[in-house]
Protein backbone atom coordinates (compact mmCIF):
# COMPACT_ATOMS: atom_id res chain seq x y z
CA UNK A 1 0.00 0.00 0.00
CA UNK A 2 2.56 2.13 0.86
CA UNK A 3 4.52 1.90 -2.65
CA UNK A 4 1.15 2.92 -4.59
CA UNK A 5 1.08 6.67 -2.04
CA UNK A 6 4.98 6.68 -2.97
CA UNK A 7 3.56 6.17 -6.65
CA UNK A 8 1.08 8.87 -6.81
CA UNK A 9 3.53 11.43 -4.90
CA UNK A 10 5.99 10.80 -7.57
CA UNK A 11 3.72 11.36 -10.50
CA UNK A 12 1.71 14.20 -8.29
CA UNK A 13 5.27 16.01 -7.85
CA UNK A 14 6.34 15.47 -11.79
CA UNK A 15 3.10 16.62 -13.00
CA UNK A 16 3.29 20.02 -11.09
CA UNK A 17 6.94 20.33 -11.86
CA UNK A 18 6.31 20.15 -15.81
CA UNK A 19 3.38 23.07 -15.34
CA UNK A 20 6.04 24.72 -13.37
CA UNK A 21 9.23 24.33 -15.35
CA UNK A 22 7.93 23.90 -18.76
CA UNK A 23 8.55 27.06 -21.06
CA UNK A 24 4.88 29.21 -21.82
CA UNK A 25 3.73 28.77 -25.46
CA UNK A 26 2.20 31.65 -27.25
CA UNK A 27 1.56 31.89 -30.77
CA UNK A 28 3.83 34.04 -32.63
CA UNK A 29 2.64 37.67 -33.33
CA UNK A 30 1.73 38.25 -36.91
CA UNK A 31 4.20 39.98 -38.61
CA UNK A 32 2.30 43.25 -40.37
CA UNK A 33 2.87 43.66 -43.95
CA UNK A 34 3.71 46.66 -45.04
CA UNK A 35 1.07 49.35 -46.56
CA UNK A 36 2.35 50.83 -49.63
CA UNK A 37 1.38 54.70 -49.63
CA UNK A 38 1.79 57.02 -52.37
CA UNK A 39 3.78 59.89 -51.11
CA UNK A 40 2.13 62.65 -52.93
CA UNK A 41 -1.06 61.84 -51.82
CA UNK A 42 -1.93 64.26 -49.42
CA UNK A 43 -3.73 63.11 -46.06
CA UNK A 44 -7.69 63.19 -46.02
CA UNK A 45 -8.52 66.39 -43.64
CA UNK A 46 -11.19 64.65 -41.77
CA UNK A 47 -14.39 66.84 -41.70
CA UNK A 48 -15.69 67.55 -38.04
CA UNK A 49 -18.45 65.26 -36.95
CA UNK A 50 -22.07 66.14 -37.23
CA UNK A 51 -23.49 66.08 -34.22
CA UNK A 52 -26.04 63.79 -33.61
CA UNK A 53 -30.19 64.32 -33.14
CA UNK A 54 -30.45 64.02 -29.11
CA UNK A 55 -26.91 66.01 -28.93
CA UNK A 56 -28.90 68.90 -31.03
CA UNK A 57 -31.74 68.42 -29.02
CA UNK A 58 -30.06 68.78 -25.88
CA UNK A 59 -28.66 71.82 -27.10
CA UNK A 60 -31.67 73.28 -28.08
CA UNK A 61 -33.14 72.91 -24.38
CA UNK A 62 -29.97 74.10 -22.76
CA UNK A 63 -30.37 77.29 -25.36
CA UNK A 64 -34.23 77.63 -24.64
CA UNK A 65 -33.05 77.71 -20.88
CA UNK A 66 -30.59 80.13 -20.79
CA UNK A 67 -33.19 82.56 -22.75
CA UNK A 68 -36.21 82.14 -20.58
CA UNK A 69 -38.67 84.99 -20.42
CA UNK A 70 -39.55 86.19 -16.98
CA UNK A 71 -43.24 85.94 -17.88
CA UNK A 72 -45.31 84.95 -20.74
CA UNK A 73 -48.61 86.03 -19.97
CA UNK A 74 -49.79 87.64 -16.35
CA UNK A 75 -50.81 84.29 -15.57
CA UNK A 76 -48.06 82.33 -16.92
CA UNK A 77 -44.24 81.69 -16.11
CA UNK A 78 -41.95 79.59 -18.09
CA UNK A 79 -39.69 77.84 -15.37
CA UNK A 80 -37.25 75.53 -17.28
CA UNK A 81 -36.78 73.42 -20.82
CA UNK A 82 -35.53 69.59 -20.77
CA UNK A 83 -34.40 66.99 -23.23
CA UNK A 84 -35.88 63.75 -22.50
CA UNK A 85 -33.44 61.29 -24.79
CA UNK A 86 -34.99 57.83 -23.97
CA UNK A 87 -38.39 59.36 -24.90
CA UNK A 88 -37.59 62.24 -27.92
CA UNK A 89 -39.60 64.87 -25.17
CA UNK A 90 -38.37 68.37 -24.89
CA UNK A 91 -40.32 69.27 -21.59
CA UNK A 92 -41.12 73.00 -21.23
CA UNK A 93 -41.95 73.62 -17.52
CA UNK A 94 -44.54 76.31 -16.69
CA UNK A 95 -45.90 78.03 -13.47
CA UNK A 96 -49.49 79.21 -13.72
CA UNK A 97 -52.50 79.76 -11.97
CA UNK A 98 -54.38 77.52 -13.92
CA UNK A 99 -53.86 74.74 -16.52
CA UNK A 100 -56.44 76.20 -18.83
CA UNK A 101 -54.08 79.99 -19.87
CA UNK A 102 -51.25 77.47 -21.02
CA UNK A 103 -53.98 75.43 -23.10
CA UNK A 104 -55.29 78.51 -24.43
CA UNK A 105 -52.23 79.82 -25.06
CA UNK A 106 -50.80 76.86 -26.74
CA UNK A 107 -53.94 76.38 -28.81
CA UNK A 108 -53.75 79.82 -30.24
CA UNK A 109 -50.33 79.78 -30.93
CA UNK A 110 -50.04 76.44 -32.46
CA UNK A 111 -49.13 77.02 -35.67
CA UNK A 112 -45.97 79.67 -34.59
CA UNK A 113 -44.78 76.87 -31.72
CA UNK A 114 -44.90 74.68 -34.58
CA UNK A 115 -42.83 76.47 -36.72
CA UNK A 116 -40.32 77.48 -34.46
CA UNK A 117 -39.94 74.14 -33.94
CA UNK A 118 -40.00 72.81 -37.08
CA UNK A 119 -36.23 71.56 -36.21
CA UNK A 120 -37.38 70.03 -33.58
CA UNK A 121 -40.47 68.27 -34.66
CA UNK A 122 -38.69 67.21 -37.76
CA UNK A 123 -36.41 65.05 -35.74
CA UNK A 124 -39.25 63.00 -34.42
CA UNK A 125 -40.32 64.94 -30.75
CA UNK A 126 -42.58 65.39 -28.57
CA UNK A 127 -43.33 68.69 -26.86
CA UNK A 128 -44.65 68.21 -23.50
CA UNK A 129 -45.58 71.40 -21.49
CA UNK A 130 -45.74 70.37 -18.01
CA UNK A 131 -48.06 73.52 -15.59
CA UNK A 132 -47.65 73.38 -11.98
CA UNK A 133 -49.04 76.05 -9.88
CA UNK A 134 -47.33 78.29 -7.32
CA UNK A 135 -46.58 75.28 -4.96
CA UNK A 136 -45.09 72.88 -7.59
CA UNK A 137 -47.36 70.70 -7.71
CA UNK A 138 -48.21 69.35 -11.22
CA UNK A 139 -51.75 70.41 -12.62
CA UNK A 140 -51.86 69.50 -16.18
CA UNK A 141 -49.37 68.49 -19.19
CA UNK A 142 -50.22 69.63 -22.58
CA UNK A 143 -48.76 67.52 -25.35
CA UNK A 144 -48.03 68.61 -29.14
CA UNK A 145 -46.94 65.46 -31.63
CA UNK A 146 -45.15 66.00 -34.98
CA UNK A 147 -48.37 65.19 -36.49
CA UNK A 148 -49.98 67.85 -34.71
CA UNK A 149 -47.93 70.19 -36.64
CA UNK A 150 -47.59 68.38 -40.02
CA UNK A 151 -50.40 70.58 -41.23
CA UNK A 152 -48.19 73.83 -40.46
CA UNK A 153 -45.59 72.82 -43.16
Same mark, same amino acid.
Given at each position: ??? !? ?24 ? $??? &? ?6 ? &? ?8 ? $? *???? @? ?8 ? &? %? ?5 ? *? %?? =?? =? ?11 ? !????? =??? +? *??? *?? #? ?8 ? +?? @? ?5 ? =???? %??? &? %?????? #? ?7 ? +? ?5
Amino acid at each position: MMK !YLIAIGVLVVGVAAYFVFAPATTPPA $PVP &EPVATAPS &EPEPVAAPAA $P *DDDT @RLAQMAADTR &E %NLPSALT *D %NV =TW =TDALFLPRMRIME !YSYVA =TGA +D *DLR *DM #IATRAETICR +DG @REMFALG =TTLR %NSV &E %NSEGVL #IDRVYLLPE +DCQRFY
